[in-house]
């Protein structure tokens, strides 16, 4: 697959793919005769993975911690556990954060909507536009 269709199916820019060979978050993609850059399945499935994890909010250094682990073999995998339970970690407190956040918008969301029925009708009473309101 060229480093376009790639691009393409993954959502990501090339300059993206070519980063995240370079510092080592996907293993080094297999070239062409001519040096093009040549994605097979593997690469399509790393590139994939680093995305949703991405997505969840880890950090960069970490994947590139669990990618090198990874390629060591099945002797790391407690400390890729590690890494993974860590960042779940981190990212349940940016959710719990959120949803407190979420809470804060609703309830003002709550309060103007009351707000504005009072208004309505303190303010549009008797006007005939408040049937069809």
Not at 37 to 47: K, L
Not at 53 to 82: C, H, I, P, T, W
Request: overall charge positive; some cysteine; hydrophobic content about 40%.
């Amino acid at each position: 697959m060229t480093i376009a269709e790639v691009c393409k199916q993954c959502n990501v820019t090339a300059d993206t793919l070519r980063y995240y060979e370079r510092i080592g978050l996907i293993p080094p993609v297999r070239r062409t005769g001519g040096g093009i850059r040549d994605y097979g399945e593997r690469d399509v499935n790393w590139i994939t993975f680093i995305r949703h994890m991405r997505s969840a909010g880890l950090q960069v250094n970490a994947l590139v911690r669990y990618v090198a682990l990874f390629r060591k073999g099945d002797a790391s995998l407690a400390e890729r556990k590690e890494i993974l339970v860590r960042q779940r970690d981190l990212l349940a407190k940016r959710l719990a954060a959120q949803q407190a956040v979420l809470e804060k918008l609703d309830a003002k969301i709550a309060n103007y909507e009351e707000r504005c029925v009072v208004w309505e009708r303190t303010h549009l009473r008797g006007d005939r536009r408040t049937e069809t309101l």
